[in-house]
């Protein structure tokens, strides 16, 4: 329960490519995390950045998830049919005068002296909106600390003027931002919980700064470790991460529980992944994962590809 209400989590993938081995670990996490508090579990397909979506995506992460038994409350929520909703909150932010437009290019941005990824505000007092040109609509931070408390990372705060700067809400192609859109998609749904990777933890204090903003609920968060690679890479469809294979569910669902530290009996190494899950549900204990900001298993492929089905 955050604030009295009841426990409501959710699970968004971009439709870039098949699910591969991390993106399943955490939905797993998730899942499971709103299965033993008795909450709903919903499915959210981050679909705005539409250059970046591949036909057949969001088939595949459906039929992958039911194969695996991570089923979905209520119906999908696809963020491409919220366009509304988005601009709207984008209007409550520019009546205050928080948002200007930036035609800074990122060749421009590049070639300057210092940190390339704090904004240098050189936009900042910018009143008239350009028609000749393309703009991205940034968010004026200001010297507040941002802080929360992660269920797994502990206290985690940062000052965004100084770490980040005025941040992207929109870019100039007319898409929202990741930060933007998770923060509106997340109200709109209603979410209390937020499980995910821990790549995205430096996102949560802009998230919680637009929260604060628009006057929204904070929920509560909690950042599981990134699986990574040889390299020390996390997996991920640019670092060609493969999909997850279909041939031996079970064996891969087992995998995955030992990678969040549950120790499932060696008893269940043969049962279904809705055996496994409904063990995993009544036992789910995240605190082994405490501090943990990646986790590199040995032999991925071989340790769960094996075998048929």
């Not at 366009?83 to 990122?106: F, I, K, N, V």
């Amino acid at each position: 329960m955050a604030g009295g209400k009841p426990y409501v989590g959710r699970f968004a993938p971009s439709p870039t490519g098949p699910l591969h081995l991390g993106s399943l670990y955490t939905a797993l996490a998730s899942y499971l995390d709103a299965r033993a508090h008795r909450g709903r579990w919903l499915l959210r397909i981050d679909d705005i950045d539409t250059p970046r979506n591949v036909p057949g995506s969001v088939d595949s992460i459906l039929t992958t998830l039911e194969a695996y038994g991570l089923y979905w409350d209520g119906p999908v929520y696809y963020e491409s049919e919220h366009p509304a909703d988005y601009e709207q909150a984008l209007s409550e932010l520019q009546r205050p005068g928080l948002l200007y437009p930036c035609t800074c290019s990122r060749k421009t941005l590049a070639e300057r002296p210092g940190r390339h990824d704090i904004y240098p505000g050189i936009c900042r007092n910018r009143t008239v909106f350009p028609t000749d040109r393309p703009y991205a609509l940034r968010v004026k931070s200001d010297g507040r600390d941002i802080g929360f408390d992660d269920r797994l990372q502990g206290s985690i705060r940062q000052n965004l003027a100084e770490e980040h700067g005025d941040f992207i809400l929109k870019r100039k192609e007319g898409i929202m931002s990741y930060q933007f859109a998770c923060v509106i998609d997340d109200h709109l749904q209603g979410v209390t919980h937020v499980v995910r990777g821990f790549d995205l933890v430096d996102s949560t204090p802009k998230q919680i700064y637009l929260q604060q903003l628009l006057g929204l609920p904070r929920p509560s968060y909690l950042h599981v470790p990134i699986i990574i690679d040889s390299h020390g890479c996390k997996l991920s469809k640019q670092t060609l991460a493969e999909a997850v294979t279909m041939r031996n569910t079970s064996a891969v669902m087992f995998r995955l529980l030992e990678l969040l530290k549950q120790e499932p009996p060696v008893g269940l190494r043969d049962a279904s992944c809705s055996e496994m899950l409904e063990w995993a549900v009544r036992n789910w204990n995240p605190e082994p994962l405490i501090k943990i900001h990646a986790i590199q298993p040995e032999m991925i492929e071989e340790s769960v590809d094996s075998g048929e089905g």
